[in-house]
């Protein structure tokens, strides 16, 4: 897809190279450009000479989905074999599901794998791209965002400010779970599971932090889309703050999810020989654009754990990408708030795609756990 955005763009170049005094060419580029930045004015780009390559850049992928520019779209779909392959493999394990699950619900208990811990945060730390957190014009490429509402501003991103926030556990008395992990549409499905499988997800990486980290873990799995979609951040906005309430233990809030991308996109990468789903951490920023098109807090939708939230994915993004390349997809920017404002620690995960077997799905939540717990721990 990139290349075909590159296509484009050098088919635009072309035919911008003319358009210095063709009044019907500028007001036709000058359209497509109030299309990718609605508030922004597109004249001054335009002048005697044509527009710039930059310009054409920018439109191309500001108007592309951003689902579509990543660097996975070339894997091939599952042929029908198999499919009926991963869906076997996981029928095996669904003899426990007996309808829409509550919050008692179990998974099968699997032996979660054993996981090299020798690597530490600070030895991470050294091969970090001090460029990609010091400089903003690299530290953005780090992100992708819903450009008809929003964009990126060095208010909004800022790499040094994000590596320098305290996002560590802290030392509590308080006895009971330290992560919450909850699921605002608990419909999300797999290949082999086509729902409720993010739940096997939850249930998962609950296991591999508890047994290999030691952490205790609360996997509430009420369903909150069951009607459907709308409203379900809603509901969750009424039921969560009360679970965090009645355990003042948890420190870190899940919100786990699973992508929808086209059915010719495969989210997959190879970590230590094991094909996983590839990870996005999306965060809400409560920011749009005002009529000048300056960005504007959203006033009904605060979050004053917002750089706590923004430090967080930052952070857990750089170590990924130099423990696990590829694995983590770029961070995703909104407008709005989702459920990335209940704690300080809130994050808004998406797992693999509905493209992806659940066993991939599965098998991510081993290199996600052990980023999480390396920032986490902050050693």
Not at 32 to 44: F, G, K, R, S, V
Not at 321 to 336: I, N, V
Not at 346 to 358: D, I, K, P, R, W
């Amino acid at each position: 897809m990139r290349k075909v955005a590159l296509a484009l763009c050098a088919v635009l170049l072309l035919a911008a190279l003319p358009i210095g005094k063709d009044q019907s060419m500028q007001a036709f580029f000058t359209g497509l450009i109030d299309m990718a930045y609605p508030y922004q004015q597109a004249e001054p780009w335009i002048d005697e000479n044509g527009i710039s390559a930059q310009v054409l850049e920018d439109w191309v992928e500001a108007v592309l989905p951003w689902d579509t520019v990543d660097s996975d779209t070339d894997t091939p779909a599952l042929t029908a074999e198999q499919t009926s392959e991963a869906v076997a493999q996981v029928s095996q394990q669904e003899e426990h599901f007996t309808g829409v699950p509550v919050d008692h619900y179990v998974t099968v208990q699997e032996t979660a794998p054993t996981i090299n811990t020798n690597v530490s945060l600070a030895e991470l730390k050294t091969v970090y791209d001090q460029q990609v957190i010091q400089n903003y014009e690299k530290t953005v490429k780090l992100y992708n965002y819903d450009s008809e509402s929003m964009r990126p501003t060095p208010e909004i991103i800022n790499g040094s400010a994000f590596m320098e926030t305290d996002v560590t556990l802290k030392e509590s008395d308080l006895e009971g779970p330290k992560v919450l992990i909850f699921h605002t549409h608990g419909h999300e499905g797999y290949i082999g599971k086509e729902e409720y499988g993010i739940l096997d997800v939850g249930e998962y990486l609950k296991q591999i932090l508890e047994q290999n980290y030691g952490i205790g873990v609360l996997h509430h799995t009420e369903i909150y889309d069951e009607g459907g979609i709308n409203g379900a951040y809603t509901r969750v906005g009424e039921s969560i703050p009360q679970i965090l309430a009645e355990n003042p233990s948890i420190q870190v809030v899940i919100d786990m999810h699973r992508d929808g991308v086209g059915e010719d996109t495969r989210l997959v990468t190879n970590v230590e020989g094991t094909d996983v789903a590839k990870v996005m951490l999306v965060t809400g920023v409560s920011q749009t654009f005002d009529e000048n098109g300056n960005m504007q807090p959203i006033d009904y939708l605060p979050n004053e754990n917002l750089q706590s939230v923004l430090s967080l994915g930052f952070q857990l993004k750089m170590a990924s990408d130099a423990l696990y390349p590829e694995f983590m997809r770029p961070l995703y920017l909104s407008s709005w708030r989702y459920s990335t404002y209940m704690a300080p620690l809130s994050m808004l995960l998406e797992v693999g795609a509905q493209t992806n077997t659940l066993e991939e799905a599965k098998a991510a939540m081993v290199p996600f756990a052990k980023v999480l717990m390396l920032v986490l721990n902050g050693e």
